[in-house]
């Protein structure tokens, strides 16, 4: 059997609050994609040099949006995000993500990040027959020129690593 479960701070659905991060990896990130604001718009994908977050670079994945129904393509997953979750998925549209609890919860977060112009972050625990894997989760939005999203960033970080799932 394998499943997932979201904390309370994740199923809320009231707005982003940096306040929510623990890791600091991806509190650094956040504070990065904030120094690439231009005023009050949203850093572009251009602004984010991917050598400036080597610290983080197997826990970053980049989204396209395609169009603005949204549609979300997986630009560029993290090594570290593809060996834990045991899926390269590199290209393909999320929708058409094989794991159904795996499609659902991106859709709905990307999902969030885009209808609500603004970061979501997210806590949830995921298990199998062996283990339970706590992991954390922020999402950026990325813009073009005129401020539409066209692409998300992401970070996860697995801070407490895995336990043994209790029998």
Same mark, same amino acid.
């Given at each position: 059997m394998t499943g997932t479960k979201t904390t309370a701070e994740g199923e809320d659905e009231g707005h982003f609050h940096p306040d929510l991060i623990?890791? *600091?990896n991806i509190r650094q990130v956040y504070q990065y994609w904030l120094s690439k604001h231009h005023g009050s718009n949203m850093p572009r994908p251009d602004d984010i040099? /991917? #050598?400036d977050l080597a610290f983080a670079i197997g826990s /970053? %994945?980049?989204i396209n949006v395609t169009d603005q129904s949204p549609r979300f393509q997986i630009r560029m997953i993290g090594s570290q995000?593809? *060996?834990r979750h045991g899926q390269e998925n590199t290209g393909i549209f999320v929708d058409q993500i094989e794991f159904e609890d795996t499609r659902e919860i991106l859709l709905s977060s990307y999902g969030k990040v885009f209808a609500r112009r603004e970061p979501f972050w997210i806590e949830r625990e995921t298990f199998n027959e062996q283990h339970v894997y706590v992991y954390e989760c922020l999402i950026l939005p990325l813009v073009d020129e005129s401020g539409q999203i066209v692409q #998300?960033? %992401?970070i996860l970080e697995w801070p407490g690593g895995s336990s043994d799932r209790p029998h």
């Open positions: 623990k890791a *600091e040099d /991917i #050598l /970053i %994945s980049f995000v593809v *060996e #998300l960033m %992401s």
